[in-house]
Nanobody, 119 residues
């Protein structure tokens, strides 16, 4: 069973920075399969960044140039560095990884970590 635990959220002023962590346990073939999503109140969950395919990582237009995903394979952890934060970045952030068992693809989610950006 894959378990994901997000941390690092909090309250920050506009223009500030946060680094989110997603610690994974269980069998994950590659951290390249990791992705970050976020969900603001009253909105659908949206893809922020990931997964990485063919050496290319796609970022949502709204965060491109401000957010960066990184990985520590030895620690089985992915990070989301968030700079130049804006109030519209306020959301619960979730990490995600897709795994398969007997050919069935499963989405694995953490519990989420709240990011609040104040004006």
């Amino acid at each position: 069973q894959v378990q994901l635990v997000e941390s690092g959220g909090g309250l920050v002023q506009t223009g500030g920075s946060l680094r989110l962590s997603c610690a994974a346990s269980g069998r994950i073939f590659s951290l390249n399969y990791m992705a970050w999503y976020r969900q603001a109140p009253g909105k659908q969950r949206e893809l922020v960044v990931g997964p990485t395919s063919g050496g290319s990582t796609n970022y949502a237009d709204s965060v491109k140039g401000r957010f960066t995903i990184s990985r520590d394979n030895a620690k089985n952890t992915v990070y989301l560095q968030m700079n130049s934060l804006k109030p519209e970045d306020t959301a619960v952030y979730y990490c995600n990884v897709r795994t398969s068992n007997d050919g069935v693809v499963i989405d694995n989610w953490g519990q989420g970590t709240q990011v609040t950006v104040s004006s």
